[in-house]
């Protein structure tokens, strides 16, 4: 594999289970929004969609307390190789340490680290699922990020049910113009999940 200056060689193993897969390596670049979105039109030119189960597929950029506040993403590549992608620099002060919020955002810094750094992504939705089910005092911020996760991990366990009633009552949210400004990624993904459903269809 190769991009720019970065190459990744891979060797081929007879009979390989590519879902059974091990081999995983870290890929620091300077900006991994940039490569997330050059990975999304790739993937959307390839597939028709951005694929968030099965093999490729591939997460979107989000902070991971397990490796100190760094936003990453992942992608797991045919072969079942995890690439994972962190930027070079170290988070800054107001980024790094613990979640600045309720037991919801904290519910979703969990769920973040068992779906996409360890891959267990059913013990991640009903982790969240609890979460969202006792989190009434939760912000409307916290609320709808963890419900746009949630609608992205129902996808990606084949649930499209539970990813329209997730993205249901994120629609149902007032959100403040300040709101919506500090969630515009997480707006934006939800729209880019929405459009890659209809493709799905």
Same mark, same amino acid.
């Given at each position: $594999?190769? =991009?720019?200056? %970065? /190459? +990744?060689h !891979?060797?081929?193993?007879?009979?390989?289970?590519? &879902?059974?897969?091990?081999?995983?390596c870290?890929?620091? %670049?300077p900006d991994?929004g940039?490569l997330?979105? @050059?990975?999304?039109?790739?993937l959307?030119?390839?597939y028709?969609k951005?694929? +968030?189960s099965?093999?490729? #597929? $591939?997460?979107?950029p #989000?902070?991971?307390?397990?490796v100190?506040?760094?936003?990453? !993403?992942t992608?797991?590549?045919?072969?079942?190789?995890?690439?994972r992608? !962190?930027?070079?620099?170290s988070?800054? &002060?107001?980024?790094a340490?613990?979640?600045t919020?309720?037991?919801?955002?904290?519910?979703?810094?969990?769920? %973040?680290?068992?779906?996409d750094?360890h891959?267990?992504t059913a013990?991640a939705?009903?982790i969240?699922?609890?979460?969202? @089910? #006792?989190a009434?005092?939760?912000?409307a911020? /916290? =609320?709808?990020?963890?419900l746009?996760? #949630?609608? /992205? *991990?129902a996808?990606? *366990?084949?649930?499209?049910?539970? &990813?329209? &009633? @997730?993205?249901?009552?994120?629609?149902s949210?007032?959100?403040?113009? *300040?709101?919506r400004?500090?969630?515009?990624?997480?707006?934006?993904?939800?729209?880019e *999940?929405?459009?890659?459903?209809d493709?799905?269809?």
């Amino acid at each position: $594999m190769r =991009r720019g200056d %970065v /190459e +990744l060689h !891979f060797f081929g193993i007879p009979d390989f289970d590519p &879902a059974a897969s091990y081999g995983s390596c870290i890929v620091q %670049v300077p900006d991994t929004g940039e490569l997330h979105r @050059a990975f999304v039109d790739g993937l959307r030119a390839a597939y028709g969609k951005v694929p +968030l189960s099965g093999i490729p #597929r $591939m997460t979107r950029p #989000r902070r991971r307390r397990n490796v100190g506040g760094l936003a990453g !993403f992942t992608v797991v590549d045919p072969g079942g190789n995890w690439i994972r992608i !962190f930027p070079v620099s170290s988070p800054t &002060a107001g980024e790094a340490g613990a979640t600045t919020g309720g037991k919801l955002a904290r519910a979703l810094e969990n769920a %973040v680290v068992l779906s996409d750094s360890h891959g267990d992504t059913a013990q991640a939705a009903k982790i969240l699922d609890g979460a969202l @089910a #006792r989190a009434a005092d939760a912000s409307a911020v /916290e =609320r709808v990020e963890a419900l746009a996760y #949630r609608a /992205e *991990l129902a996808l990606t *366990l084949a649930d499209p049910d539970r &990813a329209n &009633a @997730a993205l249901a009552e994120v629609d149902s949210i007032e959100l403040t113009s *300040l709101d919506r400004e500090r969630l515009a990624d997480t707006l934006s993904a939800v729209a880019e *999940l929405r459009a890659d459903d209809d493709g799905r269809r």
